[in-house]
């Protein structure tokens, strides 16, 4: 089993940047591809950015490109994502995501989410 937490969402102004982390335990996720989703109360869960097994990054949503990055460290069994220029819209709970393949990242290992919200 894997467990994955993730921490450093808060409340910040737009403009400003934040970095979450999800750290994995329990078994090592070095060779499953993590992502990022995000859902905003009362919206649907949108994919954010995903990074492969090998730390190259697959692609970002059309909403952050240009100024969110992921990254992850294996060292660590950690993935980042590198939010930049928040925006109000960026306000949602953020999820971590492992999986053997992004095409089934939603039967994969999810975290429980943390809180980002950007105030205007």
């Known amino acids: 089993q894997v467990q994955l937490v993730e921490s450093g969402g808060g409340l910040v102004q737009a403009g400003a940047s934040l970095r979450l982390s999800c750290a994995a335990s329990?078994?090592?996720?070095?060779?499953?591809?993590m992502a990022w989703f995000r859902q905003a109360p009362g919206k649907e869960r949108e994919f954010v950015c995903a990074?492969?097994?090998?730390?190259?990054?697959?692609n970002c949503g059309d909403s952050v490109k240009g100024r969110f990055f992921i990254s992850r460290d294996k060292d660590k069994n950690t993935a980042y994502l590198q939010m930049n220029s928040l925006k109000p819209e960026d306000t949602a709970v953020y999820y971590c995501?492992?999986?053997?393949?992004?095409?089934?990242?939603?039967?994969?290992?999810w975290g429980q989410g943390t809180q980002v919200t950007v105030s205007s």
């Open positions: 995501a492992a999986s053997p393949s992004i095409a089934i990242m939603t039967s994969g290992y």
């Open positions: 990074v492969s097994w090998s730390g190259d990054p697959i």
């Open positions: 329990g078994r090592s996720v070095n060779n499953y591809v």
